[in-house]
């Protein structure tokens, strides 16, 4: 079975920095994309960030976090990281890793993390 293993949250003040990890635990026959998404209470998922696997994919973000995130993939790891800087209060939200790609030649899947928690506030 397939999981995605998340850490790298927390509390950090406004205009902080926290690294987000989420790595794929278990066998899986292709992955296409790798990415974060985030949920504040009362609203809905959103992109935060993704990034393709393949070479020379460019990254994409949320207009909200240009210029303040960086997502990075190892794809020898099967691990992609989310590097956020300049923290403001309104990024404070349960940030989901997702996974694109195919357990097996003729399935293919959406996986989600558990969750973790990233509280800015002073």
């Known amino acids: 079975q397939v999981q995605l293993v998340e850490s790298g949250g927390g509390l950090v003040q406004p205009g902080g920095s926290l690294r987000l990890s989420c790595a794929v635990s278990g066998s899986m026959f292709a992955i296409y994309s790798m990415g974060w998404y985030r949920q504040a209470p009362g609203n809905q998922r959103d992109l935060v960030a993704d990034i393709p696997t393949g070479t020379g994919g460019r990254a994409n973000y949320a207009d909200s976090v240009k210029g303040r995130f960086t997502i990075v993939g190892d794809n020898a790891k099967n691990t992609v990281y989310l590097q956020m800087n300049s923290l403001k209060p309104e990024d404070t939200a349960v940030y989901y890793c997702?996974?694109?790609?195919?357990?097996?030649?003729?399935?293919?899947?959406?996986?989600w993390g558990q969750g973790t928690q990233v509280t800015v506030s002073s």
């Open positions: 997702h996974v694109n790609g195919r357990r097996t030649l003729w399935s293919t899947v959406d996986i």
